[in-house]
């Protein structure tokens, strides 16, 4: 009675507010796993042999000679993906940075450079005594010229595994100790979900630990699986990945073929995970998901399909929501399925048959994150939330909603043990910056992170962000450390029109990407590979904890992350205050026996640092099941969501209040700028293009190795997919090497023909590293980076995020000669006085 009461009366207020069939790395696995038993740390012949971690996986490694000569998949990891066989070429890649580098216009002229000049590739060799004076010369001038509003440090997403090294945190600690910064708020993976689902179901969600594979296997009758390609993305973990959650889909494969679980896949393309399960696949017009989404909505209040008690119990706002499933209001449209249908193209009945399906069984439905990386990405995101609290099924097990589980193995259950801790990123107790100042000049200090290029082009500019008016700062300089921003932002010519207006651009990392080759001062870290570290032995499922034990010695002239920062502290006198007072590998011995007295309390055995650094690993046993929601199921009261009312909210009167035109207090169908099928833009470009997570890599990690190129690469390009429909009609064959273009750019690809892929429907996947043929405006990618072609807006005013996926796009076969590749190798060095220095080999 307390809860309904409770509900009522908040409902009250809310009243008043009004691609291939088997896995390849499955395939390596078969291929490695006996050879990797083998290598049993307590087993005679392991001289030589030391164990590591990636992202896509730990592994044991032969050095002979101070040089890597062999690597194996760690013997507790039965699903080893392909992408590990580039991680020798990650070592003694042809892209290494080798040595402090000065781009040379602004070695001559500093801030006063030519800045169109960048990326033409032209730098001048320095020592890092004067590398790093020149970098904290310029820092001082930025903060006694301006203050901290001019000075952006760029570090989210994804970085090398490891908690000592951890590139950002010594980035942001060092710089912290100088003076104050701009930083950034959201990311680019889930920019628009992360922030639309506290306000729907209280937390983020697509970080979340899922319901437990177990459970979803016995108890789910219906999987519904939304833009979601698990069994290509699983191949990476935030932290050393363990793959375990390839042995459910295995099994999942075999409840498919024995009908005791249907699985249905709502996606443009054929993804590998449907083809590899063997399931349903239903086709639907891309960016559309909303349409359908709100038909079978108006099905199940249709046909009385709908939990009315658990709207009743759980949830807040479907009174304010179904007057616009009517037609009531806003556009006056009635959503029902014949309406959908004419947008998304699915018929009306099968929309009636998906719904009265799964609103009869257990239904489990899953989304991935593409979806939500499209203008309005926000609306798909709730209205899936909708539809699950609709079924009745959030916090049963097998039932309710997931944003995570094809992410860092989600769904293993967790052990339950602790994970070592990291380099601190903050300022010590009672420290304060060399320059102490909070004077923004009325610029925001936090600003959207997709919105960075925004500050460069719009300077001053007042924003809407998640509530927050945000004023961007035009800030002078900018600091990548183990941060590719020039592969994971939008529309690679605005970047070059933004970039006129920065005075100075570092860049620290151990390969010439193009934020590299697009900076003014690059700083050659290591490789995880060659210093000693210490990680996470799977992100979720917290199975052990992993030696990182330091492969070679750091190649050429780099420094790791630790090294180079502390030295950069000295400038201040401050390094024993950045290190504490302890070297690398004091560090990681305290990170580890930290997390072994944490465990200990747990009662959970983990041998002291030297035994464990010897033998390299320590793992813990798996956890217990768990079903995500159930206790907010059990007891709402005690267990309320995060969200304003702490039920789950169909209506919010929180972003109803906050007036965005572009995500209002409930979900809306929005049409997008651009959408093919007969949307805006698809007369002149009628093909939409997929820049999805590639199979073959971790984003831009590994692109370097020419071992996998090899393997995937069509004319050393990038391969772009397309249907045999569209490519007939452009005269293209299998193998062609074709132009893809837009009004924002061009790009060089090769072309794969494939049924996976409908008609107007392509993909190239994101991660490859640009490569133009000048530092030009408009020049021509000779690789193939899909980020050439996509649209850089916002989602919306409430999250700000990145929009990739709203992109449209023409294809023709290239004609005459192909300029040569040139996103890989080192920079030209030269001399002051512009003689060209030939690179050692």
């Excluded at 690789?783 to 850089?792: A, E, K, M, S, V």
Aim: charged share 25%; proline share 5%.
């Amino acid at each position: 009675m307390i809860q309904t009461t409770r509900r009522h009366f908040l409902a009250g207020l809310a009243t008043l507010g009004a691609v291939g069939v088997v896995p390849a790395s499955w395939i390596f696995a078969s291929r490695v796993v006996k050879a990797a038993d083998e290598l049993n740390p307590d087993a005679k012949g392991m001289a030589g042999w030391k164990i590591s971690g990636a992202h896509w996986g730990a592994f044991r490694a032969r050095v002979e000679a101070d040089r890597v000569v062999e690597i194996q998949p760690f013997e507790f990891d039965k699903h080893p993906t392909d992408i590990l066989k580039g991680t020798l070429d990650v070592i003694y890649s042809a892209s290494r940075v080798r040595y402090p580098m000065v781009r040379l216009d602004w070695y001559k002229n500093r801030e006063n450079s030519n800045k169109a000049e960048r990326g033409d590739n032209r730098f001048v060799r320095v020592s890092w005594d004067e590398a790093l004076d020149l970098l904290y010369a310029e820092l001082e001038r930025i903060q006694k010229n301006y203050g901290p509003w001019a000075l952006h440090v760029g570090n989210v997403g994804w970085r090398s595994v490891g908690q000592v090294h951890s590139c950002g945190n010594h980035m942001l600690r060092a710089i912290g100790m100088h003076g104050r910064s701009v930083g950034t708020a959201g990311d680019y993976s889930t920019g628009a979900g992360q922030i639309i689902l506290p306000y729907v179901l209280g937390s983020t969600e697509v970080y979340s630990q899922g319901t437990s594979w177990e459970v979803i296997l016995r108890e789910t009758k219906v999987l519904f699986m939304i833009a979601n390609d698990p069994v290509k993305n699983l191949q990476v973990g935030w932290n050393t990945e363990t793959h375990e959650a390839y042995e459910y889909w295995g099994q999942l494969k075999q409840k498919v073929a024995d009908k005791s679980i249907r699985v249905i896949c709502l996606d443009p393309v054929k993804s590998k995970t449907q083809n590899f399960l063997g399931c349903e696949h239903l086709y639907i017009n891309p960016m559309t998901d909303v349409a359908l989404m709100m038909a079978m909505v108006h099905t199940m209040w249709k046909e009385n399909l709908y939990d009315k008690k658990f709207l009743e119990t759980y949830t807040l706002g479907f009174e304010e929501f179904l007057p616009y499933i009517k037609g009531e209001t806003e556009d006056k449209i009635e959503k029902t399925p014949e309406w959908a249908a004419e947008i998304c193209g699915i018929s009306a009945e099968k929309i009636r048959e998906l719904t009265r399906l799964m609103a009869k069984n257990r239904t489990q439905i899953m989304v991935g994150w593409a979806i939500q990386r499209q203008q309005h990405g926000e609306q798909p995101y709730w209205m899936a939330a909708i539809l699950a609290a609709m079924l009745g099924q959030i916090g049963l097990p097998g039932g309710g909603i997931s944003y995570s589980h094809h992410y860092s193995s989600v769904g293993v259950s967790s052990s339950g043990a602790s994970m070592p801790g990291a380099f601190p990123l903050n300022l010590d107790t009672g420290r304060t910056p060399k320059y102490d100042t909070n004077n923004y000049d009325g610029y925001s200090s936090v600003i959207p992170v997709a919105r960075v290029i925004d500050a460069l082009l719009e300077p001053g500019k007042e924003i809407n962000f998640n509530g927050h008016l945000v004023k961007l700062p035009p800030y002078k300089m900018a600091i990548f450390s183990g941060c590719n921003q020039w592969h994971r932002h939008q529309q690679r010519n605005r970047m070059k029109e933004a970039y006129l207006n920065l005075e100075t651009v570092v860049a620290v990392d151990y390969n010439w990407t193009a934020t590299c080759r697009f900076a003014d001062i690059v700083l050659p870290a290591c490789t995880p590979f060659e210093r000693n570290d210490i990680d996470a032995y799977g992100s979720y499922s917290n199975r052990g904890v992993i030696a990182m034990q330091k492969l070679v010695d750091p190649l050429y002239h780099s420094r790791s992350d630790f090294d180079i920062w502390q030295d950069f502290t000295k400038r201040m006198k401050r390094d024993i205050e950045y290190s504490r007072g302890m070297s690398e590998m004091q560090w990681v011995e305290y990170l580890y026996e930290e997390c072994r007295a944490d465990n200990l309390k747990k009662d959970f055995f983990m041998p002291p640092f030297s035994e464990f650094w010897e033998k390299g690993y320590v793992l813990f046993p798996k956890g217990k099941e768990w079903v995500r929601h159930a206790d907010f199921r059990d007891d709402p009261e005690v267990n309320a969501l995060g969200t304003p009312s702490g039920f789950i909210e169909i209506f919010s009167r929180k972003l109803a209040s906050f007036g965005y035109p572009d995500c209002k207090g409930h979900p809306i169908w929005m049409e997008k700028v651009e959408r093919s099928m007969g949307g805006p833009g698809s007369e002149k470009y009628p093909l939409w293009l997929q820049s999805v997570h590639p199979d073959t890599r971790l984003h831009s990690q590994t692109c370097e190795s020419e071992t996998r190129r090899s393997e995937y690469t069509i004319h050393g390009r990038e391969p772009v997919y397309l249907s045999p429909q569209d490519a007939q009609k452009r005269g293209i064959k299998h193998g062609d090497l074709v132009r893809v273009f837009n009004d924002r750019g061009q790009l060089l690809a090769g072309a794969y023909i494939s049924d996976n892929f409908p008609q107007n429907v392509i993909r190239i996947q994101e991660g490859a590293w640009y490569g133009p043929t000048g530092p030009e405006i408009g020049a021509l990618d000779t690789y193939g980076d899909p980020n050439t072609l996509t649209l850089d807006v916002a989602t919306s005013e409430l999250a700000q995020g990145p929009s990739a996926n709203t992109c449209l796009v023409e294809i023709e076969k290239f004609t005459g000669n192909a300029p040569a590749v040139t996103s890989f190798g080192g920079p030209i060095e030269v001399f002051v006085g512009g003689e060209v220095v030939k690179r050692d080999e």
